[in-house]
């Protein structure tokens, strides 16, 4: 099992883009990778990556309260195909979502994160903090990676957020969406965490991964592929940091 959630402080920094890259560039195809989209103020992924809503989130968190179910068995009953890699959409109502996550989030954390031969769970938390819904994903995670804006509003924002996190029982790193004024060593001994990658902020929407293949995204993908091939590096290295 591999199990990455990403998340933000504040703001709308492209954490359900850097959810989707790493779902489609994870470097180790023999593996089912899947993206979980668990964020508390409701779903965009369904609409962005045409697969509608169901099944999704809410299919899954039942399946997922059966006992003797695999990872694998839950994938078959609520995700779709994209490619691939496999999405799970949560619901574009955050009332439904939230509700969800509170009754089932736990258990259905836990599933993923005990299944040790199982998929690749790539985990869209949205805002996480230690009061969100979507807690337990970052606690059973293997690594949470938490995105931000490179302007210093931004940045001031995440020194406590990383501490709360950690003191939850989560290994933390942070992903820096440039532009930025600071390298990345300072940032990282200011915000208290490894910084593992900075990206390009792409202008416009994405409009889905047709659009996200452009010329225009080239130097992000570049990035984001890095990251991933870091993230896989340090999980089965047992979270030792790469340099």
Known sequence: ????????????????????????????????????????????????LGIGVEPGLIA?????????????????????????????????????????LVHAGSALARLVAGDPGGPVWIVDAGRLSTRSPALP???DADRVVLVSAGAFPALQLLPHRVDA?????????????????WPVDEIAD?????????????NGRSDGLGAMAGSGWRTWWRRVEDLASYLAFAVASDGITVP
């Open 190 to 202: 200011f915000v208290g965490a490894d910084v593992a990658a900075t990206v390009p902020r792409v």
């Open 137 to 139: 994903f970052a606690k």
């Open 60 to 100: 899954v968190a039942l399946a997922s309260r059966t006992s003797g179910l695999t990872s694998d068995e839950v994938i078959e009953r609520g995700a779709a195909a994209v490619g691939d890699w496999f999405v799970m959409p949560a619901p574009p109502s955050s009332e439904q979502t939230a509700s969800v």
């Open 1 to 48: 099992m591999t199990l990455i959630t990403l998340g933000s402080v504040a703001g709308s920094p492209g954490v359900s883009r850097l959810a989707i890259g790493l779902a489609a560039s994870w470097p180790e195809p023999d593996r089912r990778r899947v993206l979980l989209e668990a964020d508390p103020d409701g779903g965009r992924l369904g609409a962005e």
């Open 165 to 181: 996190l950690r003191s939850a029982g989560c290994d933390v790193s942070v992903v820096i969406v440039e532009p930025t004024s």
